[in-house]
Nanobody
Framework: QVQLVESGGGLVQAGGSLRLSCAAS????????IGWFRQAPGKEREFVAL????????YYGDSVKGRFTISRDNAKNTVSLQMNSLKPEDTAVYYC????????????WGQGTQVTVSS
């Protein structure tokens, strides 16, 4: 399995920006699509963004389109999530997950990083 560690969370005012990172180790990183999800207290886990193993294809949840950008550097085994124009409703624990190519389920998850947006 690939192991994932998120970083970059914190407290930011509404309208501000944060950049989250997901660092991978273990199996070849380029064998995986990487997704970002988030979970707020009392709510279900929500899809945020996905980037394909090559980096050529990206998907975004409707609530973050136009504000968040996902990218990856396979040479550094990292995926980043640039979050701009943050809103209080973006407050959540953000998780990255690894999805092996051709498999629907996510194989591994990081421990999560807290993002808090104050109004």
């Amino acid at each position: 399995q690939v192991q994932l560690v998120e970083s970059g969370g914190g407290l930011v005012q509404a309208g501000g920006s944060l950049r989250l990172s997901c660092a991978a180790s273990g199996r070849p990183f380029s064998s995986y699509n990487i997704g970002w999800f988030r979970q707020a207290p009392g709510k279900e886990r929500e899809f945020v963004a996905l980037i394909s193993w090559s980096g050529f294809t990206t998907y975004y949840g409707d609530s973050v389109k136009g504000r968040f950008t996902i990218s990856r550097d396979n040479a550094k085994n990292t995926v980043s999530l640039q979050m701009n124009s943050l809103k209080p409703e973006d407050t959540a624990v953000y998780y990255c997950g690894a999805q092996r190519i051709g498999v629907r389920e996510y194989e591994s998850w990081g421990q999560g990083t807290q993002v808090t947006v104050s109004s």
